[in-house]
């Protein structure tokens, strides 16, 4: 099993929709987790964190549930600017280990 | 944050040769890193590059194989040796910036492809 597993998708949704993605983690010692957004041919860039009291920036919003060890992610109002790979991210072992997920490819249709 | 720079961007190379990758970053940084990314695949870490001392490899990396400088605070290389086919890849730097926690930031990646 994976550390960090991800629905590879593709998530095709019409602009404005609403969407989320799931990311599951297996250790449980993950101290910190975030979402990276990855555009074709690029490189990632950090989207944003994930606090355990979730957090909101914009559209989106990440979520963090210890108890059943994942992490979401909803993006709201989607915009074709949005379409991208998104991925996971966990941190474990005092920052010493940085374990990325496969990505989930989202594409926004006009 | 941080801007972080690689040369080559991309580069053909022959196999049995050898392709060494710079990467600068603007600001003095704790933390470097290099990556590999193969297509369609998520990140995979190489190694941690330390200032003044040797790189720590993950399971599956080598120092005969990639063999990773950090003269300084805000500089490193990484080497890959004796290419073949199963090199090709993307080679991405990154960087973690002291800040609200612990933010990571990549470098715009390498392109490497072994013919």
């Known amino acids: 099993r994976k550390e960090v597993e991800q629905d590879p998708g593709p998530f095709n949704v019409p602009e404005g929709a609403t969407v989320a993605f799931n990311c599951t983690y297996s250790?449980?010692?993950?101290?910190?987790f975030f979402w990276y957004r990855q555009d074709c041919r690029k490189e990632p860039k950090l989207l944003m964190s994930?606090?355990?009291s979730g957090n909101e920036d914009g559209r989106f919003t990440a979520q963090l549930n210890r108890a059943s060890q994942y992490i979401s992610l909803l993006i709201r109002d989607s915009k074709l600017s949005d379409s991208a790979t998104y991925l996971c991210?966990?941190?474990?072992?005092?920052?010493?280990?940085?374990?990325f997920g496969t990505g989930t490819k989202l594409q926004v249709i006009p | 944050s941080a801007v972080i720079s690689q040369k080559p961007s991309r580069d053909i190379c022959q196999r049995g040769t050898s392709l060494t990758i710079q990467c600068q970053v603007d600001?003095?940084?704790?933390?470097m890193f290099w990556y590999r990314q193969q297509p369609g695949q998520s990140l995979t870490l190489i190694a941690t590059?330390?200032?003044?001392?040797?790189?720590?490899?993950e399971s599956g990396f080598v120092i005969d194989k990639f063999p990773i400088s950090r003269p300084n605070l805000t500089f490193s290389t990484l080497t890959v040796s004796n290419m073949s086919p199963e090199d090709s890849s993307i080679y991405l730097c990154?960087?973690?910036?002291?800040?609200?926690?612990?933010?990571?930031?990549f470098g715009p990646g390498t392109r490497l492809t072994v013919t």
């Open positions: 990154s960087v973690v910036v002291a800040g609200r926690g612990y933010e990571q930031y």
């Open positions: 250790n449980s010692a993950s101290q910190s």
């Open positions: 994930v606090y355990s």
């Open positions: 991210v966990a941190l474990s072992g005092g920052y010493q280990k940085v374990t």
């Open positions: 600001s003095q940084v704790t933390m």
């Open positions: 590059a330390n200032q003044g001392s040797e790189a720590t490899y």
